[in-house]
């Protein structure tokens, strides 16, 4: 028995059969993880190598350069670039997109084995390291306190950091700039020398002090005592009082020759967040995890936590990814109700009965419901990606459900049984709908063979929408029988009295339309080539008009937050650059209203460490970030205000550079790079410097930037190895003298409370600040004699190398640039021609890339996609009608679909990025459907034995309102995602115009293109068949005139 | 004994099925898809995407006075709605076993 038979003989089974798909939906829905986009591994691994000691080139020639040569040949790989400096080599490898990376990696230590003996003997081992998402932070917290900033460390260790480590789904949490304290002595050189003491010798003496030590057991009596030594200092005020030494028979206590401070230690990097002391917590969550619940959960355990915390210190969030992840999809679930809303007045409007329309929009929450199972079962997220392919789904999901609705009615109404009605008006149309199904699968479905970026982020796409179409056919042949034979009754027309009701106001416009319309055709059939003409003239003006249009990759989103990084004259002091850093501030306070919160360290933290991965530092160097009010509460967008601060920096005569960049946790990037390759360090800076000049001048581009770092000054202190020698020195010993000096000894470690401090001896800050005091620091000789370090040789001022950058294994500087009040389209094509106009040296390449490579890759993948949509869905339309012909005809009308994208991105001044066009190859499944409805009727009634001009006309009238019913519901299904204002929706909205356009010039153009070509190509044929025939049965006709 | 031959639309079963209950005529033989067209009126029952409709077949074998009543129900269940179809052809039956 067939499927819509059983449904309708068995109602409760089916009921049962979908109710289970129900539940086993919502059970998913419970049990999805929440996010922003579908995991994606960003693929790449990096080695990295030092070489202490080693300059950059040095590095490049002997590290970075045989690294590359043996890795080049690692499966999958798609890139190697390689940054070389001193001591350190870096070589990123860069893999197809969903490449196994973990056998990428054993590739790479096989590859890396290989070579090990050709890298120098005093490099160490080759370091494979892979990024992950998970490493990015989730959550940024500004902690600020006033009397409590310097035990900070300690008590949020204790209170905080322990206790949101055991939330599961917490990767780890990283406190950065906390004060650290340290119990510092600092020594007068002038003082020691008089004594005769030393850096060394103090340390030794305290480090000899500082000691508790068991010193074996003493028997007495019956008893058994341990005996201990305690010399460990009771508190740190005891250090003062220690003798360091003896004159003239007095001793000399540490307190005579040294300060001693027992506070933080000293930080060459200053954090303020609102202008007070304090530091930035950054959680990071597992791999896998659910950042919306682990961000939930960290919030919930602060609120808690914080009560228990001194007053003065509170934490403030500086960024939450899971808020904008939460306010995107809220935003999405929001526009997907719109579109349910929509429908179910679209469905309404043209059925006009509550039961048929209620019948019909059962069939949208199962069908998409269905696509949250396969999401579980998939493990996958409910992310940006898969809500908004519902939302895309919603209108098409009721297309079959009307399609089989409306043959019940017609059989209910010539007087069937709605049960009998319910089969058999099935029977008749399945096979048509399964059909048209088949032509939106065949657009969806390649989508789910992509590869690439574009793969990772529509396959997800490709697949929901298949499955949720697939299943709406499946409800349509059998839930949607089933409940019309228990809902639909054989109701007499009746005539209502409300002079409001449905047959009295709607109906008659209705049949106008049709009316209306179908004189419309009649007229255009009699009139071909002015129809013809006008719509090529249509088309060419849209070619023409499609030049003018912009192209991004991916829109950018405004998540509310942004990041100044600020740079000041290489080698300028610490001081100076707080005193920058907080101007800055200050700046932002008066010119940026819609700031909420300012978090800004400066300088270089010694530590280096965790940031150090996500911002460059050093002590010239200010990093800020700054929160935004959200999205609704402010007039200006993020990229606004990121222009206007750009403006009030340029003003600020200490910063040599600054960039102020949107923050964004979105794919791609933003930048055009231009890549220069040559071998020769002047030329190609040179080269940069000058092509970076002439992008200043392009209007559109900002933060201009090149890649090569400017060289660093450095004091630089050269011995002379035979006075060394002469005093029984070398440099390793000169060199530990003086690090102990100037960088500090750490003598030994100060217990309090089960910690550690450590105790540090240094010369006073005063006496190591010059040339003249370096080259004035007393060294001891093995003779007991001591020497100036100016006799052993110079402190000279040098500049070191920049780093080298390399990518397929050349080198490289890239000048990079970011679009303002442009598209990255415009931009790259602004640059290529600067470029293009430049001379060049021959030996010198020059390539435009960044994320406008990505872009281009990504329109190849669109380009693809559209050509392998169309082979499809021609092949599935060449079976349906069994004609190679016929889908010409019909895909006449995806071209003007085509012109309506086009028209719709101008007027509403919208880039083509991948999203838009990603939407346009939709049309081809969309639009064709609608022609398909109207051809296969035109058959239909030609088969019947209708006249071609009148079956053109009859069909036209009959399918006007079928054809416009499933257009409306597609189209209004993605009007609130294209009006949509809200967090994300900048990504998505391309997509609704694009689709909206296009469909609404494609429905009205199908309605009279296609039966003008059917009209055209249609004729010949039809005689010729009928000609065929009758050749055929010839013998009949000889006989009958013989009869 | 007569037989009666009944044509008709797959819409009209269940009716069917209930008059020949009605009329307590027990035996017949159904032929479920067949198809075919009118000499005069109606659209043909093809079964084909041209012609969607298809109608099942009944012959039954009954008792003369039993005909008359037969055919009067057909012609009623046609009136229901000309454009559904149902149609009733009478044979005489020579010989049974």
């Known amino acids: 028995m067939s499927i819509y038979a059983s449904a309708v003989k068995k109602p409760i089974t089916t009921l049962m059969v979908f109710a289970a798909i129900v539940v086993f939906g919502i059970y998913s829905i419970i049990r999805l993880p929440v996010d922003l986009y579908p995991e994606i591994e960003f693929p790449a691994i990096t080695v990295f190598t030092t070489y202490p000691g080693a300059s950059a080139q040095d590095i490049e020639t002997n590290v970075s350069e045989p690294i590359e040569n043996a890795v080049n040949t690692v499966d999958d790989l798609k890139e190697v670039r390689s940054v070389s400096r001193d001591n350190l080599s870096i070589v990123i490898l860069e893999f197809e997109y969903e490449t196994d990376l973990s056998e990428a990696a054993n590739n790479i230590r096989d590859a890396l084995a290989f070579v090990r003996d050709a890298l120098p003997e005093e490099a160490d081992e080759p370091n494979i390291f892979k990024f992950n998402t998970s490493m990015m932070p989730i959550q940024m917290f500004a902690i600020t306190a006033d009397e409590h900033y310097e035990g900070l460390e300690k008590l949020l260790e204790e209170r905080l950091v322990n206790p949101l480590n055991r939330i599961s789904g917490v990767g780890s949490i990283n406190i950065a700039g906390a004060p650290v304290r340290e119990v510092a002595i600092e020594a007068d050189p002038r003082k020691l020398e008089a004594y005769n003491l030393t850096i060394e010798q103090i340390g030794g003496i305290l480090a000899a002090e500082n000691m508790n030590m068991p010193t074996g057991n ?151 419901i269905v696509a949250f199972i396969y999401l579980r079962i998939s493990g996958n997220s409910v992310n940006v990606i898969s809500l908004s392919a519902l939302s895309i789904a919603i209108g098409m999901v009721v297309d079959d459900a009307i399609v089989i609705l409306e043959n019940i009615s017609k059989h209910i109404e010539r007087g069937a049984s709605p049960r009998e009605a319910a089969i058999y008006a099935t029977n008749e149309v399945w096979l048509a709908v399964i059909v048209t199904t088949l032509t939106i699968v065949a657009v969806f479905f390649p989508m789910t063979l992509l590869g690439g970026m574009t793969g990772v982020m529509f396959r997800q796409l490709g697949w929901i929408v298949t499955i949720t179409v697939i299943t709406s056919t499946l409800a349509a042949i059998s839930l949607t029988p089933m409940l019309s034979s228990k809902l639909l009754s054989m109701k007499k027309q009746t005539t209502s009295s409300s002079s409001w009701s449905y047959d009295r106001k709607i109906r008659p416009l209705l049949d106008k339309l049709d009316l209306k319309y179908s ?3 009649k007229w255009s059939l009699s009139h071909k080539r002015i129809i013809v003409f006008s719509a090529l003239g249509i088309l060419v003006l849209s070619v023409l008009m499609a030049s003018r249009l912009s192209t991004e990759f991916i829109p950018e989103t405004d998540e509310g937050r942004f990041n100044i990084s600020v740079e000041l004259q290489p080698g300028i002091r610490a001081d100076k650059t707080i005193e920058v850093a907080r101007y800055v501030d200050s700046l932002l306070e008066a010119n940026v209203p819609e700031m909420r919160l300012i978090s800004t360290s400066a300088g270089a933290d010694d530590q280096g460490g965790f940031m150090s991965m996500f911002q460059s530092t ?97 004091m630089r202190v050269e011995l002379d190895r035979e006075k060394m020698a002469a005093h029984g020195l070398n440099t390793a010993n000169v060199s530990t003298a ?138 599935v339309m060449a079976s349906q009608f069994e004609s190679l012909k016929m889908p010409f005809i019909i895909m006449f009308s ?43 009727y035109i058959n239909l009634m030609r088969d019947r034995g209708y006249e071609l001009d009148e079956a053109i006309v009859r069909s036209g009238r009959l399918r006007l309102r079928p054809v416009l019913m499933t257009a409306a519901t597609t189209t209004l299904g993605m009007l609130p995602l294209a009006l949509s204002t809200g967090e994300g929706a900048e990504i998505w909205s391309p997509m609704g115009i694009a689709v909206i356009g296009g469909l609404v010039a494609s429905t009205i153009i199908t309605m009279i293109i296609v039966p003008v070509i059917y009209r055209i190509f249609g004729t010949k044929g039809e005689r010729n068949k009928k000609q065929r025939v009758r050749a055929k049965f010839s013998f009949m006709e000889e006989k009958m005139d013989k009869a | 004994m007569k037989s009666v031959f009944i044509v008709f639309n797959q819409a009209h079963s269940e009716k069917v099925e209930y008059m020949l209950d009605y009329l307590e005529v027990r035996g017949f033989s159904q032929w479920n898809e067949v198809f075919g067209r009118g000499s005069h009126t109606g659209d043909p029952h093809m079964g084909t995407h041209t012609w969607p409709e298809k109608n099942h077949a009944i012959i039954t074998v009954v008792e003369e006075e039993k005909v008359n009543k037969l055919l009067e129900a057909v012609k009623r269940l046609d009136e229901i709605n000309k454009e559904v179809g149902i149609r009733a052809f009478v044979w005489n039956i020579e010989q049974m076993v």
Do not use: C
């Open chain 1, 218 to 368: 003493i028997e007495m009596g019956e008893m058994n005592y341990p005996l201990r030594v305690e010399g460990e200092f009771k508190s740190s005020d005891y250090i003062r009082d220690i003798v360091v030494g003896n004159a003239n028979g007095q001793a000399i206590y540490l307190r005579d020759v040294a300060t001693v401070r027992d506070s933080l230690r000293e930080m060459s990097m200053d954090e303020k967040i609102d202008g007070k002391d304090g530091v930035r917590m950054l959680v990071m969550k597992q791999s896998g995890a659910n950042t919306v619940r682990v961000a939930r959960e960290v919030n919930q355990l602060i609120d808690e936590v914080s009560g228990s915390l001194p007053a003065d210190v509170s934490i403030l969030p500086v960024f939450d990814t899971s808020e904008f992840i939460r306010g995107s999809i809220n935003n999405l679930t929001r526009t997907l109700l719109f579109a349910l809303i929509f429908v179910v007045l679209v469905v309404l409007f043209f059925l006009g009965r509550w039961r048929a329309t209620f019948i019909v929009v059962l069939t949208i929450p199962i069908s998409l």
């Open chain 1, 738 to 875: 003086l690090y102990n000096r100037v960088e500090g000894m750490t003598a030994t470690r100060y217990r309090e409370e089960g910690e550690e401090y450590d105790v540090v001896v240094r010369f006073k800050k005063e006496f190591r600040n010059s040339i003249s005091h370096i080259e004035n620091i007393a060294l001891q000789t093995p003779m007991g004699t001591s020497v100036r370090l100016g006799e052993l040789g110079k402190v000279v001022e040098h500049y070191s190398p920049p780093n080298i950058e390399r990518k397929g294994r050349e080198r490289m500087v890239t000048v990079s640039a970011t679009p303002y009040g442009a598209s990255l389209g415009d931009l790259a094509q602004a640059i290529n021609q600067v470029v293009n106009q430049m001379e060049k040296p021959r030996e010198v390449i020059i390539e435009v890339g960044g994320a406008f490579e990505d872009q281009q890759e990504g329109f190849t993948d669109l380009a693809l996609l559209l050509a392998l949509s169309l082979v499809l869905v021609y092949i």
């Open chain 1, 894 to 936: 995806i071209p003007f679909a085509f012109s309506g994208v086009i028209l719709a991105l101008l007027v509403t001044n919208t880039n083509l990025s991948i999203i838009a066009g990603l939407g346009s190859v939709m049309l081809v499944g969309i639009v064709v459907k609608n022609a398909i409805v109207l051809v296969d």
């Open chain 1, 618 to 714: 050093g002590s010239n160097i200010i990093n800020i970030t700054v929160g935004l009010t959200d999205l609704e509460d402010r007039k200006r967008s993020v990229w606004e205000i990121v222009e206007s601060v750009r403006g009030d920096l340029g003003k600020i005569p200490d910063i040599i550079d600054y960039s102020v960049t949107a923050a964004g946790t979105g794919f791609g990037g933003n930048q055009v790079d231009v890549e220069i390759f040559g071998y020769d360090f002047q030329t190609t800076t040179r080269l940069a410097e000058q092509i970076a000049d002439s992008l200043e001048l392009i209007p559109g581009a900002r933060e201009v930037s090149i890649s090569r770092e400017d060289e660093k000054p450095e």
């Open chain 1, 519 to 521: 004189q419309f055709l």
